[in-house]
Antibody, heavy 121, light 107 residues
Framework: EVQLVQSGAEVKKPGESLKISCKAS????????IGWVRQMPGKGLEWMGI????????TYSPSFQGQVTISADKSISTAYLQWRSLKASDTAMYYC??????????????WGQGTQVTVSS | AIQLTQSPSSLSASVGDRVTITCRTS??????LAWYQQKPGKAPNLLIY???SLESGVPSRFSGSGSGTDFTLTISSLQPEDFATYYC?????????FGGGTKVEIK
């Protein structure tokens, strides 16, 4: 079974750094793109960026370029989303999801269960 | 970026009703559209891909249609477990974009 399991909820202060994870299982991790999607409280889905774990090729949404870093460690089949300096406006649920198929031009399936990030002083 | 406009943003319907949700894109995307269902506190779940292909395991009361700029998700007979928020997503161009969502509520 293809599965993505995300790290647990985080509560951080503004200015702190954070790295959340998404562990993949049930398929060849290096063969499929993995993306990250933000959902702010009560709002819709926003695509943040994707990475190909095979060669670490990464593409970001212009809205998130420079704000976050996406990475992957193929030795442990895990993708990451990282912030250097969190803001209150980063408070949201973050989902990882695998792109179906070998190319970037595909839909997401499956999704991780989500990681809630709360940034508050 | 391609904008996706879903309508309505919310609707109230009864069990057994036929429900139609529309997704309009700001430029043509051929059939590169997916539909997801999201229930409160849960991750989105894939329903339809390539505009009209039903994901394995998804009930046949769900169907998708359209190409170019106008797309439709139809639930032929609404069931209690279908009350949720539905999103469209285009994958023809980067950045990938989602519609704003349609919340389906119980009348």
């Amino acid at each position: 079974e293809v599965q993505l399991v995300q790290s647990g909820a985080e509560v951080k202060k503004p200015g702190e750094s954070l790295k959340i994870s998404c562990k993949a299982s049930g398929y060849s991790f290096t063969s499929y793109w993995i993306g990250w999607v933000r959902q702010m409280p009560g709002k819709g889905l926003e695509w943040m960026g994707i990475i190909h774990p095979g060669d670490s090729d990464t593409t970001y949404s212009p809205s998130f370029q420079g704000q976050v870093t996406i990475s992957a460690d193929k030795s442990i089949s895990t993708a990451y989303l990282q912030w250097r300096s969190l803001k209150a406006s980063d408070t949201a649920m973050y989902y990882c999801a695998r792109l179906v198929g070998a190319t970037m031009y595909n839909w997401f399936d499956p999704w991780g269960q989500g990681t809630q990030v709360t940034v508050s002083s | 970026a391609i904008q996706l406009t879903q309508s309505p943003s919310s609707l109230s319907a009864s069990v057994g009703d036929r429900v139609t949700i529309t997704c309009r894109t700001s430029q043509g995307i051929s059939s590169a559209l997916a539909w997801y269902q999201q229930k409160p506190g849960k991750a989105p779940n894939l329903l339809i891909y390539d505009a009209s292909s039903l994901e394995s395991g998804v009930p046949s009361r769900f169907s998708g249609s359209g190409s170019g700029t106008d797309f439709t998700l139809t639930i032929s007979s609404l069931q209690p477990e279908d009350f949720a928020t539905y999103y469209c997503q285009q994958f023809n161009n980067y950045p990938l974009t989602f519609g704003g969502g349609t919340k389906v509520e119980i009348k």
